[in-house]
Protein backbone atom coordinates (compact mmCIF):
# COMPACT_ATOMS: atom_id res chain seq x y z
CA UNK A 1 0.00 0.00 0.00
CA UNK A 2 1.25 3.53 -1.02
CA UNK A 3 1.20 6.26 1.81
CA UNK A 4 -0.21 9.28 0.77
CA UNK A 5 2.78 12.47 0.93
CA UNK A 6 0.84 13.82 4.24
CA UNK A 7 0.42 10.58 5.49
CA UNK A 8 4.37 10.42 4.99
CA UNK A 9 5.27 14.01 6.42
CA UNK A 10 2.76 13.10 9.98
CA UNK A 11 4.90 10.02 10.37
CA UNK A 12 8.36 11.59 9.64
CA UNK A 13 7.15 14.06 12.33
CA UNK A 14 6.31 11.40 14.68
CA UNK A 15 9.38 9.73 14.47
CA UNK A 16 11.73 13.08 14.15
CA UNK A 17 9.66 14.13 18.17
CA UNK A 18 11.63 10.90 19.39
CA UNK A 19 15.01 11.50 18.06
CA UNK A 20 15.73 15.78 17.75
CA UNK A 21 14.21 18.49 19.76
CA UNK A 22 10.97 19.29 17.84
CA UNK A 23 11.65 23.01 17.30
CA UNK A 24 14.80 22.74 15.15
CA UNK A 25 12.76 20.77 12.72
CA UNK A 26 9.75 21.89 10.08
CA UNK A 27 8.39 18.89 7.72
CA UNK A 28 6.44 19.95 4.60
CA UNK A 29 4.81 17.76 1.65
CA UNK A 30 3.79 17.87 -2.02
CA UNK A 31 2.45 15.22 -4.19
CA UNK A 32 5.35 15.68 -6.81
CA UNK A 33 8.32 16.16 -4.74
CA UNK A 34 7.41 14.39 -1.22
CA UNK A 35 8.41 14.95 1.94
CA UNK A 36 10.95 17.90 2.92
CA UNK A 37 12.39 18.53 6.29
CA UNK A 38 13.62 21.37 7.17
CA UNK A 39 16.23 21.28 10.34
CA UNK A 40 18.18 23.97 11.98
CA UNK A 41 21.44 22.11 13.21
CA UNK A 42 24.93 23.79 14.61
CA UNK A 43 23.47 27.14 13.45
CA UNK A 44 22.83 27.04 9.84
CA UNK A 45 19.22 25.73 8.22
CA UNK A 46 19.69 22.26 6.22
CA UNK A 47 17.19 21.15 3.64
CA UNK A 48 16.75 17.11 3.66
CA UNK A 49 14.84 15.64 0.91
CA UNK A 50 13.18 12.88 2.32
CA UNK A 51 10.97 11.79 -0.54
CA UNK A 52 7.85 10.03 -1.64
CA UNK A 53 8.46 6.53 -0.01
CA UNK A 54 8.45 5.78 4.03
CA UNK A 55 12.21 3.99 3.45
CA UNK A 56 13.68 7.01 2.01
CA UNK A 57 12.00 9.27 5.06
CA UNK A 58 13.11 6.92 7.68
CA UNK A 59 17.07 7.28 6.20
CA UNK A 60 16.30 10.83 6.24
CA UNK A 61 15.49 11.11 9.43
CA UNK A 62 18.76 8.55 10.64
CA UNK A 63 20.92 11.38 8.86
CA UNK A 64 18.97 14.41 11.20
CA UNK A 65 19.64 12.56 14.18
CA UNK A 66 23.32 11.47 13.05
CA UNK A 67 23.82 15.64 12.02
CA UNK A 68 22.38 16.87 15.39
CA UNK A 69 24.33 14.61 17.52
CA UNK A 70 27.50 15.54 15.51
CA UNK A 71 26.89 19.30 16.00
CA UNK A 72 26.01 18.53 19.58
CA UNK A 73 29.23 16.54 20.06
CA UNK A 74 32.00 17.48 17.77
CA UNK A 75 34.90 15.63 19.40
CA UNK A 76 32.75 12.15 19.77
CA UNK A 77 32.86 12.00 16.26
CA UNK A 78 35.80 13.46 15.05
CA UNK A 79 37.99 10.92 15.40
Known sequence: M?????????????????????????????????VKICAVIGGETKEYAAG?????VDMTIDQIARDYIASKYPEKTNG
Not at 3 to 24: D, M, N, Y
Request: no cysteine; hydrophobic share 35%; glycine share 2%.
Open 2 to 34: KLSTRTLAQRAEQKLATVVPTHIVRVTHNSTSG
Open 52 to 56: LSWTT
